[in-house]
């Protein structure tokens, strides 16, 4: 199947730092990629959708300032975590598909330690 | 709303063992269902689906049937092996075309040992 990769596979940061997260379709054009948030034992949230070239949509409560992405081409997308306090500490996953109707296929997940 | 419900892991069983992991959903209009894996280290993986009521899922000796009457979607198999080890995650597809979303279960681990 496709590979989606992000990276880095876990961050450690210090509070009130911002912190990139990269996800990229190693082998197919993305036009549409995820954002999810997991708590530990808790279910994937998704946080926002992404189209290459324009504006993410976010899910309500997800603060668009603090987690801004950018889907500047069809094999990348990056999360930052702006201003990153100890409650964001989190795993993020992305994913990615390539047509409207596809199966969507995940990254392995970046581990998010705020200190 | 929209929501999945998994059986809380994690779940242990010896190799060879009968295994269900139940699924149930609640839903807005008509969901499709999927079963995702997470072997360590990876990330999510399709491992089955089904669109429409009745419909079966199946892939590597797992099952699932999309069950509307119960609203469930109950994973099963009928002798697990050690390199079923992993954690599963039961969703649903909402959304019309183009603007489909996956709402997760909270997942459960599964150890098989040998």
């Known amino acids: 199947g496709a590979v989606v990769s992000q990276h880095p596979s876990w961050v450690i940061c210090k509070s009130g730092t911002s912190v990139k997260i990269e996800c990229r379709s190693l082998?197919?054009?993305?036009?549409?990629m995820f954002w999810y948030r997991q708590f530990p034992k808790q279910s994937l949230m998704l946080m926002a959708t992404?189209?290459?070239?324009?504006?993410?949509?976010?899910e309500q409560g997800v603060e668009k300032d603090k987690f801004l992405i950018n889907h500047a081409s069809l094999t990348l997308s990056t999360l930052t975590v702006t201003s990153a306090h100890p409650e964001d500490s989190s795993f993020y996953i992305c994913?990615?598909?390539?047509?409207?109707?596809?199966?969507?296929?995940f990254g392995q997940g970046t581990r998010l330690t705020v200190v | 709303g929209n929501s999945v419900t998994q059986m809380e892991g994690p779940v242990t069983l010896s190799e060879e063992a009968f295994l269900t992991i139940n699924c149930t959903y609640t839903a807005t209009g008509y969901p499709s269902l999927f079963w995702y894996v997470q072997y360590p280290g990876e990330g999510l993986q399709l491992l089955l689906k089904?669109?429409?009521?009745?419909d079966k899922g199946s892939n590597k000796g797992f099952e699932a049937t999309y069950r509307k009457e119960t609203t469930s979607f109950h994973l099963e198999k009928g002798s697990v092996q050690v390199s079923d080890s992993a954690v599963y995650f039961c969703?649903?597809?909402?959304?019309?075309?183009?603007?489909?979303?996956?709402?997760f279960g909270q997942g459960t681990r599964l150890t098989i040992n040998p």
């Open positions: 994913s990615a598909r390539v047509g409207w109707d596809t199966e969507a296929f």
């Open positions: 969703a649903l597809r909402i959304g019309g075309w183009g603007a489909q979303k996956l709402v």
């Open positions: 082998d197919f054009q993305a036009t549409t």
């Open positions: 992404s189209n290459e070239g324009s504006k993410a949509t976010y």
């Open positions: 089904a669109t429409k009521a009745d």
